[in-house]
């Protein structure tokens, strides 16, 4: 009986994050990203509303703790500067664009396909480096600890 209840438990858990993925992760994602779509637009020359700037920027950060709470990663506030980082440095390009007509080989085919997926790969590196770092700091005394055991005492 105890294997059929871990089993179930289990499937259970297995269930609950996969629901909260899709619905917090994905439903995160479309949050920022229709947040900053709309805050672009707003500042665009025709300016197109979708959503009041004052309603887009909350939104934003809303839709980006939701992507953290959904892949499983609430309390490590850092991965928040990988779901942002794309949106902060796309955002000024897709501004200018119009003003300048250069700069449309960024456009999202070729170089501007790296353009997009080039800030999130940088920082998510930065942000696992921070984090390895950090959670090697904090078994470090645990470590001393199992090695000399008169500190045990």
Same mark, same amino acid.
């Given at each position: 009986?105890?294997?059929?209840?871990?089993?179930?438990?289990?499937?259970?858990?297995?269930?609950?994050?996969?629901?909260?993925?899709?619905?917090?992760?994905?439903?995160?994602?479309?949050?920022?990203?229709?947040?900053?779509?709309s805050l672009i637009f707003a500042f665009d020359p025709p300016s197109e509303?979708?959503?009041?700037?004052?309603?887009?920027?909350p939104l934003s950060f809303v839709g980006a703790l939701m992507m953290l709470?959904?892949? +499983?990663?609430?309390?490590?506030?850092?991965? *928040?500067?990988?779901? #942002? $980082?794309?949106?902060? /440095?796309?955002?000024?390009?897709?501004?200018?664009?119009?003003?300048?007509?250069?700069?449309?080989?960024?456009?999202?085919? +070729?170089?501007?396909?790296?353009?997009?997926? *080039?800030?999130?790969? #940088? $920082?998510?590196?930065? /942000?696992?480096?921070?984090?390895?770092?950090?959670?090697?700091?904090?078994?470090?005394?645990?470590?001393?600890?199992?090695?000399?055991?008169?500190n045990a005492k």
């Amino acid at each position: 009986m105890t294997a059929t209840t871990q089993i179930r438990a289990t499937v259970a858990w297995k269930i609950w994050i996969a629901i909260r993925f899709i619905v917090f992760g994905i439903g995160g994602f479309l949050a920022v990203w229709i947040s900053w779509l709309s805050l672009i637009f707003a500042f665009d020359p025709p300016s197109e509303r979708w959503l009041s700037p004052y309603m887009a920027a909350p939104l934003s950060f809303v839709g980006a703790l939701m992507m953290l709470y959904g892949g +499983g990663q609430w309390g490590r506030w850092a991965y *928040l500067w990988v779901f #942002v $980082s794309v949106p902060i /440095v796309v955002s000024p390009l897709l501004l200018l664009a119009r003003a300048y007509p250069a700069l449309d080989f960024l456009a999202p085919k +070729g170089p501007g396909i790296i353009l997009f997926a *080039l800030p999130m790969a #940088v $920082s998510y590196a930065f /942000v696992k480096r921070y984090y390895r770092r950090q959670d090697a700091l904090r078994a470090e005394p645990l470590n001393n600890d199992v090695q000399n055991p008169e500190n045990a005492k």
